[in-house]
């Protein structure tokens, strides 16, 4: 038992400066203990090293107040540990760096953020029981609200959905909830009113629609909205699903019809994907993406100020 | 009459010939045009990357051009002298201070 424990000891002492030095490093040598340990925190509460040191030292670097690091560093760690995505509250931190934003606006935005994404895994969480799913939900959920839907224009969806899932087998039910929060996303990134995001799809769901019927909605949508206004398409779309029509009927290929069939072709799948997701790209002399981007301005949330040849990644 | 119709005839050409498109899709990468705002730098950030900022190369005397991967969404905005700033396209997302992002998808 002494030997066990002498090991133990003789093995974390050996370890803990070791650990010390790659976070001291990847740090600017004035920043504070209480920083550093709370850079520490993260990386024990499941966030990588790398992500942990290089959204710290660029909060230092824009000079953000420690108590606004303090307080981005534990709103991450309050995110993983209640198995929420890390990475749009940490990407909206990068982006408010990029955009010059005082810190505690920053600070604010990603509290925002996710309290968004809270809403939607715990709303997912309702309608399935599948984890995966459950996910691909929450993420459709928040990018909806992302792009301006409210906790009160879901609620009405979750009801309809709610009902309606009541009389299906569960194997169908994740994918018509799915396709439905992706046409309210569709909508509310169009630009329509949240209202009306709302009344369309509540009234496709009342109307019964299947989750093929759900995602030739969203294509027959997003094709007319290139011609007309998303709102005023909104509108129509409302009125024909209340006269109980449905995308791919016959005699409905009047101009102004909601739901034609024929202009889904090749929008088969919308992706429920994070825009969040990080990308790899090529390199060539216009490229953009992570790893890939060429130039000397790459400089991660360390804003534009300055011009060219920011901090980089490393 | 003739001289009318060639006349509206070349405006039509001038103007849609000088229009640049906002995106335009070739294979597996997008192409982000950005019409010249006389802005003294350009910049470019996208959710691809954690919003690194990239310099803007000129594609024409009057366009900037950034090219990315077109199977992924992701979003993104330009910083023209210091400025946020996106063009006119379909897909946005409110950006939690006030402003928006631009919203690339694939299918779009």
């Keep these: ?11 974390m002492l050996w370890v803990c400066p070791v650990w010390a030095d790659e976070i001291d490093d990847a740090l600017p040598e004035d920043t504070s203990l209480q920083i550093i340990n709370n850079t520490r925190q993260m990386i024990q509460t499941g966030i990588s090293q790398d992500d942990a040191t290089q959204l710290t030292r660029t909060m230092l670097q824009n000079r953000f107040q420690a108590r ?3 307080q981005a560093q534990n709103m991450l760690m309050e995110t993983i540990q209640s198995n929420l995505p890390v990475e749009p509250v940490m990407n909206k931190a990068f982006e408010g760096m990029a955009k010059n934003k005082p810190d505690g606006l920053i600070v604010q935005a990603m509290k925002k953020t996710q309290s968004r994404y809270a809403y939607a895994y715990r709303k997912a969480q309702e309608l399935t029981p599948d984890r995966e799913m459950q996910n691909s939900l929450g993420l459709s959920i928040a990018q909806g609200m992302g792009a301006g839907l409210q906790e009160k224009d879901m609620e009405p969806v979750m009801t309809q959905l709610q009902t309606r899932i009541r009389q299906m087998s569960q194997n169908k039910v994740g994918e018509l909830c799915l396709q439905t929060f992706l046409t309210a996303r569709a909508m509310a990134r169009l630009g329509v009113d949240p209202d009306n995001v709302s009344d369309v799809v509540c009234q496709a769901l009342q109307n019964r629609f299947t989750a093929m019927e759900m995602q030739q909605l969203r294509s027959n949508f997003n094709s007319r909205s290139q011609q007309m206004s998303p709102n ?3 509108k129509q779309f409302a009125q024909k699903l209340s006269q109980g029509e449905k995308p791919g009927e016959s005699g409905s290929s009047n101009e102004n019809n909601a739901g ?5 072709q090749g929008r088969a799948s919308e992706s429920g ?11 060539g002399s216009d490229n953009a993406g992570s790893g890939g981007a060429d130039g000397a301005g790459g400089s991660k949330g360390g804003g534009a100020n300055g011009g060219a040849g920011g901090s980089g990644k490393k | 009459m003739n001289r009318l119709v060639v006349s509206m005839l070349l405006a039509v050409w001038t103007l849609g010939g000088c229009a640049t498109p906002f995106q335009k899709i070739k294979g597996e990468r997008v192409y982000l045009y950005l019409k010249d705002t006389n802005a003294q730098t350009a910049f470019f950030a996208s959710s691809l990357d954690g919003f690194q ?17 077109a199977n992924k969404e992701f979003t993104y905005f330009y910083i023209l002298d210091n400025q946020p700033f996106i063009p006119d396209c379909s897909y946005k997302e409110k950006d939690d201070f006030g402003f928006e992002n631009c919203v690339f998808t694939p299918d779009l």
């Design chain 1, 1 to 11: 038992m002494k030997k066990t424990l002498l090991i133990l000891m003789t093995l």
């Design chain 1, 68 to 70: 606004h690091i303090l």
């Design chain 1, 232 to 234: 005023q398409l909104a």
């Design chain 1, 260 to 264: 034609q069939s024929g202009s889904s």
């Design chain 1, 273 to 283: 994907n994070a825009s969040e997701n990080m990308g790899g790209s090529e390199n």
């Design chain 2, 53 to 69: 900022c990239h310099p803007l190369t000129r594609h024409t005397k009057s366009s900037w051009r950034i090219s990315l991967p």
